[in-house]
């Protein structure tokens, strides 16, 4: 079963950026979309950006054009590097495959972006 750590998380300014890590952990990682969710509290949670195996990407309106996913397969680990952040964006951050594994499912990270 996949198990994911993510990190990178903190609070910054508004115009300011952060870079959030997931760990990945199992063989499966590299034929995986992956994904990056957010949950505000009392929100349902939602997916900001994913990546395919092959490295093409989407993202969700909220976020894109400020926002990049990457991945390094070799290291079992996908970024989010978030630019531009506004107070809208104060989340819990999640990585995960894309559909989610209910299971999966790590402590997420915290990104707060004072005004």
């Known amino acids: 079963q996949v198990q994911f750590v993510e990190s990178g998380g903190g609070l910054v300014q508004a115009g300011g950026s952060l870079r959030l890590s997931c760990a990945a952990s199992?063989?499966?990682?590299?034929?995986?979309?992956m994904g990056w969710y957010r949950q505000a509290p009392g929100n349902q949670r939602e997916l900001v950006a994913h990546i395919r195996p092959g490295g093409t990407t989407d993202y969700a309106d909220s976020v894109k054009g400020r926002v990049t996913i990457s991945r390094d397969n070799p290291k079992n680990t996908v970024y989010l590097q978030m630019n531009s952040l506004k107070p809208e964006d104060t989340h819990v951050y999640y990585c995960?495959?894309?559909?989610?594994?209910?299971?999966?499912w790590g402590q997420g990270t915290q990104v707060t972006v004072s005004s």
């Open positions: 199992g063989s499966m990682f590299r034929i995986s979309t």
């Open positions: 995960n495959i894309v559909p989610p594994s209910s299971t999966s």
